[in-house]
C-alpha cells in the first residue's frame, strides 16, 4: 500500500501489534506480554468471519526484527517481524507477519506486509477471498487513521 507519511511515521502503525486492532480487523486483541530473550510479547487474538461463521486463534507473537528509529530516518526504510512464540513446551503451526517500510518522496511511503501460517486451520478458498477482503478494508482503514492523526 501507499500512505501520505513519512517511513518513521508509517512504522509507528506497524512496530506495535496493540495498535493493530484500531486498524486491522483480523486482530480483535493484542495484549502485551512478558519479554522473553530481550524480545517484546504479545498475547494476540486473531478472528475472522466467512459468512455466517466466526472462527478465533490466540497465540503470542514476539518481535524477532525491529529496525531501530535511526535507521529508519537515515535509510528511509524499515523492517519488523513478528513470529509466533508460544512457552507451553507443545509443537505448533508457524505464525510469521513481517513488514517493511519505505519512503517513495518525501510525503509518502509504501508498506509492504507478508503473512505465513504453517497449519491447515483458515485454509480454502472461502477463506481466502474472506483474508483478501479484510486485507483490503484493513488497508483502507489504515490509510484513514493515518490522515485522521496528520490533521
Given at each position: 500500500?501507499?500512505a501520505p507519511?513519512?517511513?518513521?511515521?508509517?512504522?509507528?502503525?506497524?512496530?506495535?501489534?496493540?495498535?493493530y486492532?484500531?486498524?486491522?480487523?483480523?486482530v480483535?486483541?493484542?495484549?502485551?506480554?512478558?519479554?522473553r530473550?530481550g524480545?517484546?510479547r504479545?498475547?494476540?487474538?486473531?478472528r475472522?468471519?466467512v459468512?455466517?461463521?466466526?472462527?478465533s486463534?490466540?497465540l503470542v507473537m514476539a518481535?524477532t526484527?525491529?529496525?531501530p528509529e535511526?535507521?529508519?530516518v537515515?535509510?528511509r526504510?524499515?523492517?519488523?517481524?513478528?513470529?509466533?512464540?508460544?512457552?507451553?513446551?507443545?509443537?505448533?503451526?508457524?505464525?510469521?507477519?513481517?513488514?517493511?517500510v519505505?519512503a517513495l518522496?518525501?510525503?509518502?511511503?509504501?508498506?509492504?506486509?507478508?503473512l505465513h501460517?504453517?497449519?491447515?486451520?483458515?485454509?480454502?478458498?472461502?477463506?481466502?477471498?474472506?483474508?483478501?477482503e479484510?486485507i483490503?478494508?484493513?488497508r483502507d482503514?489504515?490509510?484513514?487513521?493515518?490522515?485522521?492523526?496528520?490533521?
Amino acid at each position: 500500500m501507499t500512505a501520505p507519511c513519512t517511513p518513521l511515521e508509517l512504522f509507528g502503525w506497524i512496530e506495535d501489534l496493540a495498535v493493530y486492532p484500531s486498524w486491522m480487523g483480523l486482530v480483535h486483541r493484542a495484549d502485551p506480554v512478558e519479554t522473553r530473550d530481550g524480545r517484546l510479547r504479545w498475547d494476540v487474538e486473531l478472528r475472522a468471519k466467512v459468512g455466517p461463521f466466526a472462527r478465533s486463534k490466540r497465540l503470542v507473537m514476539a518481535r524477532t526484527v525491529c529496525t531501530p528509529e535511526e535507521e529508519i530516518v537515515a535509510n528511509r526504510a524499515g523492517n519488523v517481524v513478528f513470529e509466533r512464540d508460544e512457552t507451553d513446551g507443545r509443537r505448533h503451526s508457524a505464525w510469521r507477519l513481517s513488514a517493511r517500510v519505505a519512503a517513495l518522496d518525501t510525503t509518502s511511503s509504501t508498506l509492504v506486509m507478508e503473512l505465513h501460517y504453517g497449519g491447515a486451520l483458515w485454509t480454502g478458498g472461502l477463506a481466502e477471498r474472506a483474508l483478501h477482503e479484510e486485507i483490503v478494508r484493513s488497508r483502507d482503514r489504515l490509510v484513514s487513521r493515518i490522515g485522521e492523526t496528520r490533521r
